[in-house]
Every structure is written in C-alpha cells, then in structure tokens.
C-alpha cells in the first residue's frame, strides 16, 4: 500500500487543518488506518485510527473532543483527519499509516505502510 498524505501548514492557535491520505495499491488488504505525530526531539506518537472496514475510530487523549477521524473507500480510498481548535503542543510531523493487522490500533508496530509526513505548526 501506498499512502500520501497531505492538507497540512501554518495556522494560528484556535484554527482548524484538515490532513488527507490517499492511499493505493493493495487497498483491500488494509484492516485499520491511523495518523502518527512526532514533534521535534520526541517520540512518534499515536492520534487517531479507523477500522477500513468497519469505520470503528480511535483517539488519543490529547486528539479526543477536537480530532475527528474518518475514510472514503472505493474509488477515493482516503482517510481524512479533522483537527479543529488546534494548539501550538499540536504542532509536528504527521504521519498516516496503514496496517493489515486487528490488533491494538495505537500500537505503532503494528502499522507495515507509511507515507511521507506532513508538517502542522500552530503558533500561538
């Protein structure tokens, strides 16, 4: 699977960004989608997942109440990231990531696919 993400950049604290992942080749073997950050000097973090299939989303505190995961399968075959009232601790690389995997979504091992990162600055 390929996976190419997109929709990031610059936007003052309280503002909105919308990511997309495109994702193609061997789509139907996908089981879960998710959305990774990593800011400078720290770990890649987990944000947010979504069942392919079964549209069952997952959040991370820090994304719940104000991140909104969701897909678009055939023919668009994109995962979208909502992120509204964004604030400057949001800002990092983020990645989308595609697993065959059911296990636990917020396990970054789990994921075999990942696309170029996007960069989200939020200035306060």
């Known amino acids: 699977v390929q996976l190419q993400a997109s929709g990031g950049g610059l936007v003052q604290a309280g503002g909105s960004l919308r990511l997309s992942c495109a994702a193609s080749?061997?789509?139907?073997?996908?089981?879960?989608m998710g959305w990774f950050r990593q800011a400078p000097g720290m770990e890649r973090e987990f944000v947010a997942a979504?069942?392919?299939?079964?549209?069952?989303?997952?959040y991370a505190d820090s994304a719940q109440g104000r991140f909104t995961i969701s897909s678009r399968d055939n023919p668009e075959n994109t995962v979208y990231l909502q992120m509204n009232n964004l604030k400057p601790e949001d800002t990092a690389i983020y990645y989308c990531?595609?697993?065959?995997?059911?296990?636990?979504?917020?396990?970054?091992?789990?994921?075999?696919?990942w696309g170029l990162g996007t960069q989200v600055t939020v200035s306060s």
């Open positions: 990531a595609a697993s065959r995997s059911a296990a636990n979504p917020t396990w970054r091992h789990i994921y075999d696919s």
């Open positions: 080749g061997r789509v139907f073997s996908m089981y879960t």
């Open positions: 979504i069942g392919w299939r079964g549209g069952r989303t997952y």
